[in-house]
């Protein structure tokens, strides 16, 4: 069992962002670097937690495998095939650009539906809606969709422009006294429980996720974990820590819109090369924020 790995010096381990090797051990943290020659400090206890996740997910998926359990389509037609997702083969290169023009990804035959079909929640009944005439495509509970202020509802998200695909969580906070903040509220209230703060460090760790502000009116620089606390980035050589994201977030002037993003951001290429299966990467990763959309929407329930 992962509790047992005793990590050394020289040898490679695996984590979400891939295989590393431990180049220094001191104390409770250590010096890993990965293939492409990245190094970080990381705390041991935290990879040892890393590596019993993907160790317990991985018996899952060959659980499921032996017994050949599949999940079954939410949507079908009157054949009995499923008809969300069925036309998308992955994307092309000419759909990483900043418009959508000649452009069917988003849409409920391609991503934006097989997405959908592999999204599965015992609380939530998702569906998509493609951004008006930007390449976004939106994952929102139907429920909590018909409620007032659409736009600051939290959703799941997935966006491109002309070199990177992103996808994760996304929640925008007002900057209009008058709008109503549930959501970005319930979100707060939910991080500043350390436990659930620490439980969101592990995920943003773990998946290789950034926290930023899109329009950077809140703040600008890249949110990151780092050593089990966070640290902004505003370039390769400037950083600040953050002790606490939810003390960070909450003291932002209130008279800046936030249009606050957990993502993971991936380069078109890879994207590319995936394929289809880029579906399931991105269904994996909503289901894992799962926690935080509930906690998010809680207060309409």
């Not at 670097?33 to 997910?57: A, F, V, Y």
């Not at 998308?88 to 035959?109: L, Q, Y």
Request: net charge neutral; with cysteine.
């Amino acid at each position: 069992m992962s509790e047992n790995i005793e990590f050394k010096v020289g040898h490679k381990y695996e984590n979400m962002k891939g295989v590393y090797e431990v180049i220094s051990i001191s104390g409770d943290s250590m010096i890993i670097s990965w293939e492409n020659g990245e190094r970080t400090s990381t705390p041991i206890d935290l990879q040892r937690k890393i590596i019993q996740r993907m160790q317990t997910e991985k018996q899952e998926r060959d659980k499921d495998r032996i017994q050949g359990q599949t999940k079954e389509p939410k949507h079908q037609n009157k054949e009995g095939a499923s008809k969300y997702g069925a036309k998308f083969k992955g994307f092309k290169e000419s759909d990483f650009k900043k418009n959508v023009t000649e452009t069917n990804w988003r849409s409920r035959n391609c991503l934006g539906g097989a997405v959908t079909e592999r999204l599965f929640s015992d609380k939530f009944n998702f569906n998509s809606w493609a951004a008006y005439r930007m390449p976004i495509i939106h994952w929102v509970d139907i429920k909590h969709r018909g409620r007032d202020h659409k736009w600051l509802q939290a959703k799941f998200f997935a966006q491109v422009d002309e070199n990177y695909f992103y996808y994760g969580f996304y929640i925008e906070r007002s900057s209009n006294p008058a709008d109503t903040k549930n959501d970005w509220n319930a979100f707060i209230w939910w991080l500043k429980d350390a436990k659930n703060e620490y439980w969101l460090n592990e995920i943003v760790s773990e998946h290789n996720l950034c926290i930023y502000d899109l329009d950077e009116k809140g703040f600008s620089g890249t949110i990151k974990s780092f050593n089990e606390k966070w640290k902004i980035h505003n370039s390769e050589i400037d950083s600040e820590e953050i002790l606490s994201l939810s003390n960070f977030l909450d003291t932002l002037s209130k008279e800046c819109w936030i249009d606050l993003h957990i993502a993971k951001k991936v380069n078109k290429d890879e994207v590319l090369v995936k394929v289809e299966k880029i579906a399931d990467d991105i269904s994996t990763l909503f289901e894992a924020l799962m926690p935080l959309y509930e906690a998010s929407v809680a207060h309409s329930k």
